[in-house]
């Protein structure tokens, strides 16, 4: 089993900036893919950005260029640094760690952007 802990969260004003960290343990060893995901109000969970084992990165449109993803293979942590916050980006984000083909997620942290 992989346990995973967000912080990090909060709220901020448009045009500011949040840095979430995710941190695995339990069973941590294989681990591939990391992301992040964010459920925004009235929408289904969506992918916000993902790392490779090897650093390849995926950014959904919404936050290319504003946000940017990285993972520490030894500490076994992934971080999202979102920049240039907007209203649209409030939502409670995930993350999301894959080992041996099967997925684990954190509880969610909440993101607040006001306006």
């Known amino acids: 089993q992989v346990q995973l802990l967000e912080s990090g969260g909060g709220l901020v004003q448009a045009g500011g900036s949040l840095r979430l960290s995710c941190l695995a343990s339990g069973i941590t060893s294989s681990i591939r893919d990391m992301g992040w995901y964010r459920q925004t109000a009235g929408n289904q969970r969506e992918l916000v950005a993902r790392i490779s084992r090897p650093g390849a990165t995926t950014y959904a449109d919404a936050v290319s260029g504003r946000f940017i993803i990285s993972r520490d293979n030894t500490k076994i942590t992934v971080t999202l640094q979102m920049n240039s916050l907007k209203p649209e980006d409030t939502g409670v984000y995930y993350c999301?760690?894959?080992?041996?083909?099967?997925?684990?997620w954190g509880q969610g942290t909440q993101v607040t952007v006001s306006s």
């Open positions: 999301k760690m894959t080992r041996n083909g099967r997925d684990f």
